[in-house]
């Protein structure tokens, strides 16, 4: 059997990382301590492929642009990069999709500047299109498509688009101009350089097909575009939109036949599914997690924002209802990702007004610490990113983000930093390769390090791989941490040891080989 | 909404063509550049490029 299309990504996104996507920030960094092939199999292991060599899980973006094409009736099949070879003997057109391509992303471009190595998603995606079939189906006439939440990075990679011969990259979402393109692909006319999907063309949620295949670890959308308007995100420039039950029901029932029992449920900001403006609705909330359940056993979040945990709780009590529906024999914790941003209140104001909202953002650091209380008592575990070199950023900033730090210590959670990347209402605005370090900078990474550390032992060891079948992964997990604790006090020691012009020196030697690497075209 | 089509020849104020583009209330932009290829192309547009487009450009190469 052959496909017209075939749909495909690298090792690092077509995976189901042990059936734990936290594993997936693993592969946004270089191999620490241990071989790539090692780093790769922890963290990336192959999916369960069928006999034509197409996942039983895939990337949901793949999954959506798989079920469209399908629907407008191409042939059309994501297939495992490891069986790339005879499907492109007979394909016309190959689509590539990434979050991040190029390790341009946080926190890939952190990693790679603080190590100084490059992350294995980049490595791994880069030998998948230096593939010899997909060389010579190429040399056959191939058609290439790249698309995906990281499309924009081909625009700094123009080598690689040139050398790996990419016909077209489509930025945004693609569902109401793909299967026209792919059409003109098919029937060999020439395509266009580049598709940028303006808000006025995102689809409207009838436009949006339900996936056909399994996602990664049973991951579902229940909205998009996001109601917050944070100036660093392109998310909040689309219209929010809102899948009604029965369509999260059809993607949950897709999901469950293929076996998953676990499911991730996917919103910028997940208690506002089913609102007014900011305004939770508690009946939709209750559903939709009542209806999670019916489907997985274990259910955990994309992202939720921490005015959000605060809100719902003080005004609806949710946390505790939401949590009381999926907490039983299965499931005693839930994870989620959270952005934290900064912890200065001026920067919040100019970057992301309506993130503290509906509170003022005077009071931004109470709704953080009142959001993680409420967290931690609920067992919800975020991991907190953190902004770092934001344009306007100044060295007060970065005074009240180390004040927050600490005021959030006890608290369960993981933190994370990540470089400015410019995109959303920030595209025009310069990106931060460590140029402009300053010791402050070292000093919140510090501390972000330690309690990550710490906590992350903890979370590991009596949430994330509990009980004897996560033995093996605990042990490795457990050996990780020691290693990374002992490089940690290594690297604390050359900061003390070494004077602030010593610091930029190394930074910059870092930034010059990092931006010759990263903006290579 | 109707269609804008824009020849860039050299010289071309990129940045102009597009505000000017977002003024139009044109629902897809197609941007035609004379170019030995497609990243080429794109090399002249991408500083230009912003996520905040009501519309949907399209960035044809002229050879």
């Known amino acids: 059997m052959s496909f017209d299309v075939v749909i495909t990504t690298d090792r690092s996104m077509m995976t189901n990382h042990h059936g734990k996507e936290f594993i997936g920030f693993f592969t946004t960094a270089p191999p620490v301590g241990l071989p790539e092939s090692i780093w790769m199999w922890l963290s990336a292991p192959k999916p369960k492929v069928d006999r034509l060599g197409r996942p039983v899980q895939a990337p949901y973006g793949l999954r959506k642009i798989e079920a469209k094409l399908l629907e407008a009736g191409v042939s059309a099949a994501i297939v495992d990069p490891d069986h790339l070879g005879s499907h492109l003997k007979r394909a016309k057109v190959l689509m590539v999709g990434h979050h991040d391509y190029f390790a341009m992303n946080s926190p890939s471009v952190v990693w790679w500047a603080v190590t100084g190595k490059e992350p294995v998603n980049r490595r791994s995606f880069l030998r998948l299109m230096r593939r010899p079939e997909i060389r010579e189906a190429k040399r056959r006439g191939l058609k290439i498509i790249a698309g995906g939440p990281a499309a924009w990075q081909w625009l700094w990679n123009l080598d690689y688009w040139r050398e790996f011969g990419v016909d077209t990259v489509v930025d945004g979402e693609a569902e109401r101009v793909i299967a026209d393109l792919v059409s003109r692909a098919l029937s060999g006319e020439e395509l266009p350089a580049y598709v940028y999907v303006g808000y006025e063309d995102a689809p409207s949620i009838d436009e949006i097909p339900v996936i056909r295949g399994a996602s990664v670890n049973g991951f579902v959308e229940v909205m998009r575009g996001c109601p917050r308007r944070c100036r660093f995100c392109p998310v909040t420039l689309r219209p929010v939109r809102y899948y009604p039950l029965e369509k999260i029901e059809q993607e949950m029932r897709v999901n469950a036949a293929a076996g998953l029992r676990h499911g991730v449920l996917h919103a910028e900001d997940i208690l506002l599914y089913g609102a007014r403006g900011i305004e939770p609705n508690p009946d939709a909330l209750l559903k939709l997690h009542s209806l999670a359940k019916k489907y997985y056993r274990t259910v955990a979040w994309s992202h939720v924002t921490l005015a959000g945990v605060k809100y719902a709780q003080e005004k609806h009590k949710l946390i505790t209802r939401i949590t009381e529906i999926l907490y039983d024999d299965h499931q005693d914790w839930l994870g989620v990702q959270v952005g934290l941003e900064t912890g200065s209140v001026r920067l919040a104001r100019l970057i992301m007004p309506g993130k503290v909202a509906p509170y003022p953002i005077e009071r931004w650091h109470e709704v953080v610490e009142d959001a993680l209380s409420i967290m931690h008592e609920h067992r919800i575990v975020p991991a907190l990113t953190l902004i770092l070199g934001s344009p306007d950023e100044r060295e007060e900033d970065l005074q009240q983000t180390l004040e927050l730090l600490d005021r959030i210590r006890s608290y369960r959670s993981l933190v994370v930093p990540m470089f400015f990347v410019p995109l959303g209402s920030m595209k025009d605005r310069r990106a931060f390769l460590m140029d402009r370090l300053t010791p402050l900078h070292a000093e919140i990474m510090r501390r972000c390090m330690w309690h990550t550390l710490n906590w992350g032992k903890e979370i590991a060891s009596k949430m994330y791989l509990r009980g004897l079948g996560r033995l093996p992964m605990k042990l490795v997990m457990q050996a990780f941490f020691a290693y990374v604790e002992r490089k940690a006090r290594e690297v604390e020691e050359w900061l003390k040891s070494c004077a602030l012009a010593e610091l930029q020196q190394a930074a910059e030697e870092r930034k010059a080989a990092l931006a010759a690497a990263i903006y290579r075209g | ?63």
């Open chain 2, 1 to 63: 909404m109707g269609s804008l089509e824009v020849i860039l020849e050299d010289g071309v104020d990129v940045g102009r063509v597009l505000r000017e583009a977002m003024l139009s209330r044109a629902g897809r932009v197609v941007l035609k550049i004379r170019a030995h290829d497609a990243p080429s192309a794109m090399e002249r547009l991408r500083e230009h490029l912003l996520d905040s487009y009501p519309f949907t450009l399209v960035v044809e190469v002229v050879k």
